[in-house]
């Protein structure tokens, strides 16, 4: 991300700024000052179907959330979108490891995560100098090929049931940086663990784990940047229950959706989410 992304991550990005209450402006006396969150509705407009999205992802459906932060960042920052969205997904993350308990793969998490690790830890020293535009491209074209080789028959040939730790790491890397930075680790944990043809709980319960690790990673670092200060916090904490309950809603849908079919949405949704990174990412820089 550009050094002077950064820092307007407080803003809107539309002219005029967010809305919020603020304790400042309370009247003096025996009058509580209300919570400093955002009041603008064109916010709300966008990120309510931002948070279902979100929710239903956390669920079981993988990459519907990557559309979040882009969707936020029409109307505020891409970094205080992901200010915002962090407190929700710490909340969503301890929903859907609870609801999907020691169902994960623990041979998957063992060679992924001190990738994930190591690629975030990366993605902290160097954010500021990375676009995030150059990102979702990478991304977007890498999903959405590994969706066609899938259609095409090409991954059915290539891909082995047991993948290397070296690829393992690797994609894990690729994760836990393109998740700090862009919000867009879905894509390369699923190039790694789709061809090894998990249960479909097996395979959500592996995710879900693995991004609550790398959500937890992320706390800090936005701390540092101002990112959880008291107007993203509040903002988050109204969208909250929407949040959860749309989390539950997708672990329900999950449940009862069969394996095969459950495993084409997947798929369908990996394309499209690739399909939408490759647009964003290449309309920001036209």
């Known amino acids: 991300m550009r050094k002077q992304g ?15 209450t ?8 025996n009058e509580r000052a209300p919570l400093p969150f955002i009041t603008d509705p064109l916010f709300y407009l966008v990120a309510i179907p931002a948070v279902i999205a979100l929710g239903l992802s956390k669920g079981g459906f993988s990459g519907l959330g990557t559309l979040a932060a ?12 992901i200010g915002i969205l962090t407190p929700i997904l710490v909340t969503q993350d301890a929903v859907t490891i ?11 998490l063992k060679i992924m995560v001190p990738g994930q690790i190591a690629g975030a830890g990366l993605a902290w020293l160097i954010a500021a100098y990375v676009p995030d535009t150059a990102i979702r491209l ?3 074209a890498i999903a959405a090929s590994f969706a066609l080789s899938h259609w095409s028959g090409l991954i059915a040939r290539a891909a082995s049931a047991h993948p290397s730790v070296i690829a393992g790491r690797l994609w894990g890397l690729v994760a836990g940086f393109t998740s700090f930075i862009a919000n867009t680790g879905g894509p390369p944990f699923q190039i790694y663990v789709l061809p090894q043809k998990l249960d479909k709980v097996t395979f959500v319960g592996t995710y879900s784990l693995f991004f609550a690790i790398g959500n937890a ?36 849908l999950v449940r009862r959706t069969p ?21 964003t990412g290449a309309s920001a820089l036209i």
């Open 22 to 29: 603020s304790p400042r402006r309370a009247r003096r006396g």
């Open 70 to 81: 882009p969707l936020m960042a029409l109307v505020v920052s891409p970094v205080q979108a």
């Open 138 to 140: 990478v991304v977007g």
């Open 6 to 20: 950064w820092r307007g991550s407080g803003q809107l990005r539309r002219q005029g700024g967010p809305r919020f």
């Open 259 to 279: 394996t095969e079919f459950f495993y084409r949405i997947v798929y369908v949704l990996i394309f499209l989410i690739g399909v939408e990174l490759i647009y």
């Open 217 to 252: 990673l992320k706390v800090v670092p936005y701390f540092l940047l101002g990112q959880l200060n008291p107007v993203n916090m509040s903002t988050a904490l109204v969208l909250l229950p929407l949040a959860i309950v749309t989390n539950f809603a997708g672990v329900w």
């Open 98 to 108: 609870w609801s999907y308990w020691r169902t994960w793969d623990s041979r998957i």
